[in-house]
């Protein structure tokens, strides 16, 4: 059963640029979470989301960032118009139902770096 | 706002020794869920041990085990028999709504 899947594992991007990590779930998996980790901290939720459906986005800024789960395929977090302090690792978790007590399961994570 | 707290930024242990990492956090409800989660250089993020808050009785996981005082709203990784892959960084975690609130993290080193 193979595990979150994330690409690319790492992102190079010029300021400006638009980056788009995208997120395959664990099978059988259909509630997605999205985490920012600048260096030295640890991870901050950016959003949640399940199939076709954003369901928290609390964490996620308000302008340039945009995440979305379709029917078919990968998540995907988007980020427009990238900037320096963009740079960070973003990690995706799954989980099998939603719930405060369910184990969320990571990817590998992507780095992105902005020139 | 909930926080996570984690005291140690760096932990030293010995090879074969035992470590003990700990982690606060703040909460007004009466059932939920902690996590320890370890970051090894590969960066990937591994679960390591559950604990339910209802539970009486402490996680065990191997050599990993926890020392969780519901009271003091402690949650402590106890880590038996270190190992040199026990090296990573360990991460506290506790949820809020959908979303886990991790701490800063505990840098574990351990030495031959």
């Known amino acids: 059963n193979a595990g979150v899947m994330q690409n690319p594992r790492h992102l190079v991007r010029r300021r400006g640029q638009e980056a788009r990590l995208r997120c395959s779930p664990m099978k059988g998996h259909s509630h997605v979470y999205w985490y920012r980790q600048l260096p030295e901290e640890g991870l901050k939720f950016m959003v949640y989301l399940q199939k076709e459906n954003i369901i928290d986005e609390s964490g996620m800024p308000k302008e340039r960032f945009s995440a979305e789960f379709p029917k078919e395929g990968p998540s995907i977090l988007r980020i427009q118009q990238v900037v320096r302090g963009d740079s960070a690792a973003y990690f995706c978790?799954?989980?099998?139902?939603?719930?405060?007590?369910?184990?969320?399961?990571f990817g590998p994570g992507t780095r992105l770096l902005v020139l | 706002a909930q926080t996570v707290t984690q005291s140690q930024p760096e932990m030293s242990v010995q090879e074969a020794e035992t470590v003990t990492l700990s982690c606060t956090y703040d909460t007004s409800e009466s059932d939920y869920y902690l996590f320890w989660y370890k970051q090894p250089p590969s960066r990937q993020m591994i679960l390591v041990i559950r604990q339910e808050a209802y539970k009486q009785q402490n996680a065990t996981e191997n050599r990993f085990s926890v020392n969780f005082q519901k009271a003091a709203k402690s949650f402590s990784l106890k880590i038996s028999d270190s190992q040199l892959g026990d090296a990573a960084m360990y991460f506290c975690?506790?949820?809020?709504?959908?979303?886990?609130?991790f701490g800063k993290g505990t840098s574990l080193l351990v030495t031959p």
């Open positions: 975690a506790y949820p809020s709504g959908y979303a886990l609130n």
């Open positions: 978790a799954s989980s099998p139902v939603a719930g405060s007590g369910q184990t969320q399961y």
